[in-house]
């Protein structure tokens, strides 16, 4: 039975779920939750949450992004190819960092979609958040490495993310380097939120 993925298309959260199931050929079946700002439980699947992604694998229910790649690495891909198992306190750091700046990107698009004022003082920190972890990042670009792996496709799917919504200045050129030249491989661009 394939494995249900309760997403939407644009959520960074749900594409590097996607991205590294796609880079491991692991057929996932796709179920768009609609609008995440909905309030509607029965959108999101088991997830109480309501939040995306949530993987159905079975009688198997996983939240959280980097729980669901975890079990699909451990479920189908014991090698570990994309290093998603890795205990490496810099890469987990880069990832908890991209993880924080990928939520306060969420609250500042579901804040303007819903009709708060984002210019509200509130929201300035979360501009600031995502600024200080680009240039965190870009300090630290050199953990992304040269081949695909899951911090890579971490940091496309936020980088195109941040595109999208236009949310951070994306003047920094060893990240953008970097996502640009994973955003190469057909299996990548794919997915790519329109």
Same mark, same amino acid.
């Given at each position: 039975?394939?494995? @249900?993925?309760?997403?939407?298309?644009?959520?960074?959260?749900?594409?590097?779920?996607?991205?590294?199931? =796609?880079?491991?050929?692991?057929?996932?079946?796709?179920?768009?939750?609609?609008?995440?700002?909905?309030? =509607?439980?029965?959108?999101?699947?088991?997830?109480?949450?309501?939040?995306?992604?949530?993987?159905?694998?079975?009688? !198997?229910?996983?939240?959280?992004?980097?729980?669901?790649?975890?079990?699909?690495? !451990?479920? !189908?891909?014991?090698?570990?190819?994309?290093?998603?198992?890795?205990?490496?306190?810099?890469?987990?750091?880069?990832?908890?960092?991209?993880?924080?700046?990928?939520?306060?990107?969420?609250?500042?698009?579901?804040?303007?979609?819903?009709?708060?004022?984002?210019? /509200?003082?509130?929201?300035?920190?979360?501009?600031?958040?995502?600024?200080?972890?680009?240039?965190?990042?870009?300090? @630290?670009?050199?953990?992304?490495?040269?081949?695909?792996?899951?911090?890579?496709?971490?940091?496309?799917?936020?980088?195109? /993310?941040?595109?999208?919504?236009?949310?951070?200045?994306?003047? !920094?050129?060893?990240?953008?380097?970097?996502?640009?030249?994973?955003?190469?491989?057909?299996?990548?661009?794919?997915? @790519?939120?329109?």
């Amino acid at each position: 039975m394939t494995p @249900r993925l309760v997403m939407t298309p644009r959520s960074h959260f749900s594409r590097k779920v996607r991205l590294l199931a =796609d880079g491991l050929g692991i057929a996932l079946e796709l179920v768009d939750a609609g609008n995440v700002a909905d309030a =509607d439980p029965a959108l999101f699947g088991p997830n109480p949450l309501m939040k995306v992604p949530t993987l159905i694998d079975g009688d !198997r229910v996983v939240l959280d992004s980097d729980h669901i790649a975890a079990w699909l690495v !451990r479920t !189908r891909d014991p090698s570990d190819r994309f290093g998603v198992l890795t205990q490496d306190p810099d890469v987990l750091n880069a990832r908890a960092v991209m993880n924080g700046m990928m939520a306060a990107e969420v609250e500042l698009v579901l804040a303007a979609r819903t009709g708060l004022d984002i210019a /509200h003082p509130r929201f300035d920190k979360m501009r600031s958040a995502i600024d200080a972890g680009l240039d965190w990042l870009e300090q @630290r670009a050199a953990l992304f490495g040269e081949e695909p792996n899951y911090l890579g496709l971490h940091l496309v799917a936020l980088w195109d /993310h941040l595109a999208l919504y236009g949310l951070a200045a994306l003047d !920094r050129p060893r990240l953008a380097a970097r996502a640009d030249a994973l955003t190469t491989l057909a299996w990548v661009s794919a997915s @790519r939120p329109a």
